[in-house]
């Protein structure tokens, strides 16, 4: 069984050292002065790390050359010696703390921006970009992003950069005293960066990469099962979606191994160049110190000069596994830094100023991007100021694209929609949206109060406000009876609340946004008599003054609209009011009425007719 989940464009490959590179001074640069002061307390600290080696050499030839009792001068140099020794060790210990303090100050505010930015842009892609990926690996991605700022910076700033200035600080001071030992650690450094590049491009990389896709999949599909949660109990299908993701984390669980197993191997290859590179420098030391041409601290130099190396490139595996990691794993947020949202307002974009609420289309031609759903061929359509229109029509006729290029969810391909004669695509996005209130057949609410909720619409609302929006939406009565009243949290997407409380929410919420424009898209087929007539009158309520387009499914709601119009395969087949269509014989108008009352579901004919024609009902779009 293949289980395959929805990925960005350029997943699978890898975004590249230059392109992290220039993602990460993006952020550095925003803030110089903590970053300045981050750099130069770092490098304070690895110049006395360099001159520990010097230091402890002098404090041993100052023992080691002393008589015994020692003379004063001895004595003096011995304390001298130790003192700088000490003096090293405060020295680094200062610097080092101290640039940690300012690099977690810039961390912070770092991560904070990147989280912040990819959200911005991700909540501004495209509506098909969205309904192509899973919620839950999308925001894992985000989160995940952030955290793996933290480790490449960390690694970099805290591991690769001490390692490699000390380790050019070390070679040069070693050829200053011995230029052929300094040469054979120039040289065993040299392989050892080669080999461990080379080996993490052909084998780590790689493998890292898929292991992190698989984490994606694993998270987007827990994810989707609990949002989905009451489908999955409804079906009682558990065990199913346990099965889902076992397959799925079994696949990560191998992927994982792999990876960690290739870096094993890695660093098996690099022990082998230290334990050469302790060989040769410790090796050549000894057969200077037997010519007598180094004395005891000049050993002591040299055998800490090679743990100080030591230290830091054994460190270096563990530093390029996380650096490889990270890299990895920051990928997604670079991309979402480097791909400009679908919708950006424009540089010469003016907010829509809308006084009567005066719509039409154009010569509208749209298809969409993958090919599915309705399209439009020079559709024309014009909806006059204050006018109460519904659509109509079978499933995938062209109601609800009419809505969405409305509101400017896709772009066009061709012609205008104008409102109050002001083209749309010359607007903002956001200006065109508050102008028009959306009540969905399907309200989503947020895991909030039902002040917020209803507020949302308009944050700055008193609560006055809020509770007259819910009396006119007729949902003030069930909310005084919930224990918290108006601060009740209405759960994930509003699942403690019924059908119809949720609608009239969403309802309430287009009273208080009090825009010229309405977008009913009914939904009270599968409400009771009495919840449907509370929405109802509060949906005529709210009806009353604006331009109102209703996608209609039920045709007690169409009786009240001043023009119908009948849609089929994107085009307008008829228009004009109820009673006007209901006289017309033979009809698609009243061929969808005559089927609704007789509940038949079969398609509507070519020719029309009250025959083998599929309903309009609830769910159908």
């Not at 987007?220 to 009451?230: E, F, L, M, Q, V």
């Not at 008829?574 to 509940?599: I, N, W």
Request: glycine share 10%.
């Amino acid at each position: 069984m293949t289980i395959q989940m929805n990925e960005s464009p350029d997943t699978g490959k890898g975004v590249g050292a230059v392109r992290i590179a220039r993602f990460l001074w993006s952020y550095w640069r925003r803030f110089p002065l903590v970053a300045l002061t981050t750099l130069g307390l770092m490098l304070a600290s690895i110049v006395f790390d360099v001159l520990f080696p010097i230091v402890s050499g002098r404090l041993v030839d100052a023992v080691a050359k002393a008589g015994f009792p020692p003379a004063a001068s001895e004595t003096m140099a011995a304390w001298i010696a130790l003192a700088l020794f000490v003096g090293q060790t405060v020295g680094f210990q200062i610097t080092r703390r101290t640039s940690m303090v300012f690099w977690g100050m810039l961390a912070t505010r770092v991560m904070r921006a990147i989280v912040d930015e990819a959200f911005h842009r991700v909540q501004r892609y495209s509506t098909d970009w969205h309904s192509s990926n899973f919620a839950g690996a999308t925001v894992r991605k985000i989160t995940r992003g952030m955290w793996a700022y933290d480790a490449l910076a960390d690694t970099l700033f805290m591991g690769f950069l001490p390692t490699v200035l000390v380790m050019v600080g070390i070679t040069l001071s070693l050829m200053f005293y011995w230029p052929l030992v300094g040469l054979y650690v120039l040289a065993g450094t040299i392989a050892y960066a080669g080999v461990t590049i080379l080996l993490l491009r052909r084998f780590v990389a790689p493998r890292n990469r898929l292991s992190v896709a698989a984490d994606s999949a694993v998270g987007g599909a827990i994810a989707d099962a609990i949002t989905c949660n009451t489908v999955v109990k409804s079906f009682g299908t558990e065990p199913r979606e346990d099965n889902r993701l076992g397959l799925l984390s079994h696949d990560w669980s191998l992927k994982a191994m792999y990876a960690w197993r290739t870096m094993d191997f890695v660093m098996m290859a690099q022990m082998g160049v230290l334990v050469l590179l302790q060989l040769g420098l410790l090796g050549l030391v000894i057969r200077y110190w037997t010519a007598g041409e180094a004395t005891p601290g000049d050993v002591a130099y040299a055998m800490t000069s090679y743990l100080l190396i030591s230290g830091y490139m054994r460190d270096v595996g563990f530093h390029v596994q996380n650096l490889q990691r990270g890299a990895n794993e920051i990928e997604d947020v670079i991309r979402f830094a480097e791909n400009e949202p679908a919708e950006p307002a424009g540089p010469h974009a003016v907010p829509l100023a809308v006084q009567g609420g005066d719509i039409r289309f154009d010569h509208v031609s749209f298809a969409y991007p993958n090919g599915k759903g309705a399209v439009y061929r020079g559709l024309e359509a014009h909806v006059k100021p204050g006018e109460k229109v519904a659509l109509v029509g079978r499933s995938g006729s062209g109601k609800t694209t009419f809505v969405k290029l409305m509101q400017r969810l896709y772009d066009l391909d061709d012609g205008r929609i104008l409102i109050d004669g002001q083209d749309i695509a010359g607007v903002t996005r956001e200006s065109l949206r508050r102008s028009v209130a959306l009540v969905p057949q399907e309200p989503m609410l947020f895991h909030r109060s039902l002040a917020e909720n209803i507020a949302y619409a308009r944050p700055g609302a008193t609560p006055a406000e809020v509770e007259e929006a819910a009396r006119l939406a007729n949902a003030h009565e069930f909310i005084g009876k919930m224990p918290l009243g108006y601060d009740t949290l209405v759960g994930e997407r509003g699942v403690k609340l019924s059908g119809g409380e949720r609608q009239r929410i969403a309802i309430a919420r287009a009273f208080l946004a009090d825009a010229p424009i309405l977008v009913l898209d009914e939904a009270t087929s599968s409400l009771d008599s009495e919840t449907e007539e509370l929405i109802q009158d509060a949906m005529d309520r709210l009806m009353e003054g604006r331009t109102t387009i209703v996608v209609a499914h039920r045709f007690s709601t169409i009786r009240r609209m001043d023009r119908i119009l009948v849609f089929e395969e994107g085009r307008i087949v008829e228009e004009g009011s109820h009673a006007e269509l209901m006289a017309r014989k033979g009809g698609r108008f009243r061929a969808l009425h005559a089927v609704q009352l007789a509940g038949i579901r079969d398609a509507v004919p070519e020719g029309g007719g009250p025959e083998n024609v599929e309903p309009e009902t609830a769910g159908n779009r």
